[in-house]
């Protein structure tokens, strides 16, 4: 089975790119205190401070309005069709997985919209333009692609979505079935699979990037705790 | 040598986003550091065979070194929120100056390097290989950035421009293109123990007039007194404030402080300079070096107390990074850190700004002022950038926006903010922070003061105001040799100490301590 291997190598490379990335981010020191100020003093804050970036995109709020609505469009749309797509993973599918479901089907639109804007700014901010590359404008037609196969086969081409079902419950539990042949759905899993293996080697490691930046997660302390990293340490055994 | 003539934008009644325009601040070359300059930074002074082993081998190192610089080149998206932040780019329209686009500079060649990605699919994610014609770009643009963090404000991930900046510059200094400006001032800090290269004997002659001058202008002998040991505060400052206009008239107002307070205070001629252009280069060890100078005057004059004057950049190192370079601070038990934090008086802050060490001493009533002093004066104030967005001041973050001017109202009737958008976090930086205040980058300089020049402006038509005052050296010397292109006059820029001076009384009752 083709497209069985493919989420394989798929969520392996994902996998382990991801936690090599994450390793090397952690390995690597943060020798100086550069939190971007005004910036919380406590450890409690910079947790407030970081929640408030990634839920609601505060920095990004602050710069630019447009890029945050279609940024902020895409990427809960987004979640909330990951979310729904949960269904494929267990049995049997839990009271509020389904309560979800209509939500999740709509945010498709969320999402695609947010992607349709990000993709015109492209196209029209001649700033935006100058600093683009063919994989910017690759990324998001592959994220539009994903998206829009994803609601032909919810709003107008009905998949076989117990056979697909069969498939990835089949896959987690390495007892291989067949995949839905049908088009639409295989042009969806295979562009999911690309995007999984492409995310741990390109821009889409803003995601565990940003948990890692030190100008948003070091508390504002300098004065109170000395902060020292590994290799700068040792300079101070010499004087 | 004079730089090349350049037409000095309009001042428009908003800041606006021009359109990008290719390559019109590509010719901009700081003058590069000559032998004897490169020669003491340990750094070489030509390209070798390897100099692109060199370069390739330093990013590593600094990669490994670095989490900021890692995870900055791999998070950027794309998305343009900094395209229009940054004060370089909104005064040249070149696009190299948009924060991403001077990022992607060094990113390109991280992609081809270090990336899967990048090895395998150039083209696809805009990586490049490292040539000649990149090292000079690197050169021309890493010295177009004043490293003052407001994209930083902005972007969705944190990501610090000032950071890659400042990487590449150090990855320039270990292929021998250094540039002359800093590296030269670096080299004088080392040898004589400030930027300007003052000797001891011209620095006590210096302050020896001042004193005589403030005598003959008040009456009280206010003395700058100079390598004493046994006092209460070191005070370290910018070396500007010894000699330069107007700097100086702060350095009069920090004496009279201490001595309305009854606060013994010396100054050092070993660490005769708060600015420390270590940061520039993002060389941790030089920044280290430079910085050693002051923990070995405290040692050595045995005080309890060290403040900072008036200095942007040299507050930025005093408050982050002093206590990680030095043990300037709180907080360790290693026996290096202790040697000095047994000394320090704890029922202060260490490091200490001086406008954190005045406003609580009005506070307190241990000194008193006079507003009306001031009258002549509508004042408004240009936040420092690294003042704003890389330091504090007080004990609550914003600290450093609410003290300056709490301390400006208590010594001005008359104060008005610019408008928001350009003050605060998102101050605009003056032009010639970082490293670019040499008259080799004039066009840069001019060009990048447009948006604080435009925020001014505004408050000058509409409230009549007529001092900018300011905590950092280098703003007060940028602004006074930019402001009269635009038409302004050179002495509306200041301190907030040269307002203090005039505000504060010398005669009043002194409280005990």
Known sequence: ?????????????LVVGLVYKIFDYSRTPAPLKIPTTPAPTTQKGVVYRMAKEVVLFESLFKSNKWIWVFGWLFH????????????????????????????????????????????????LVDRVRYISTPSDYLMLVLLLGIGLSGMMTTFVVHTDIVALKEFFMGLMFFDIQPVPEDPIILAHLTMVALLMLIFPISKLLHAPGLFFSPTRNQADNPREHRHVAAWAARLDRNN | MAAAEFDIPEIKETIEVPKIHEGVMAHVKSFPAPKPVQDFMG????????????????????????????????ACVHCGACTDKCHYYLGTSDPKNMPVARQDLMRQVYRRYFTTAGKLFPKLVGAKDLTRETLDEWYSYYHQCSECRRCSVFCPYGIDTAEITMAGREILNHVGIGQKYSNEILGKVQKIGNNLGLPGPALEDTLQGLEEDIEMDTGVPVKLPIDVKGVEVLLVTPSADFFSEPHVESLIGYAKVFHAAGISWTLSSHASEAGNFGLFNGNYETMRKVAMRIRDAALELGVK???????????????????TLTGIGYGADDPFSIELQKQLDHNYPQPQHICELTNDLINQGKIQVDPSANDDMVVTYHDSCNVARASRMGDMPGGQFIIPRDLIKKVVNNFHNMA??????????????????????????????L????????????????FMATICAICKA???KVLPKYGFDMSMVGGIHQLVSKAV?????KQAD
């Open chain 2, 505 to 509: 009384k010398l005669d009043a009752p």
């Open chain 2, 451 to 466: 948006p604080r020049v435009t925020a001014l402006n505004t408050v000058v038509q509409e409230h009549g105001v007529n």
């Open chain 2, 478 to 480: 940028q602004f006074t």
């Open chain 1, 76 to 123: 809960f749309g987004m979640l909330l069709v990951l979310v729904r797509h949960l269904r494929y993973f267990v049995t049997p599918v839990p009271e509020w997985l389904v309560f979800i479901q209509p939500f999740g089907k709509y945010a498709s639109i969320m999402m695609v919209v947010g992607l349709g804007g990000l993709l015109a700014r492209r196209f």
């Open chain 2, 43 to 74: 750094y070489p002074h030509e390209l070798g065979e390897d100099w692109k082993e060199r370069a390739i081998d330093k990013m590593g190192d600094l990669l490994g070194k670095y989490r900021s610089l890692k995870v900055f080149l791999d």
């Open chain 1, 1 to 13: 089975m083709i497209f069985a291997g493919m989420f394989y190598i798929a969520t392996l490379l």
């Open chain 2, 420 to 449: 928001d958008d350009t003050i605060y976090e998102s101050t605009f930086c003056c032009g010639g922070g970082g490293g670019l205040l040499t008259d080799d980058l004039m066009e840069v300089r001019v060009k990048g003061a």
């Open chain 2, 305 to 323: 107390r060290i403040v900072v004057g008036e200095c942007g950049h040299a507050w930025r190192v005093a408050y982050s990074f002093w206590n």
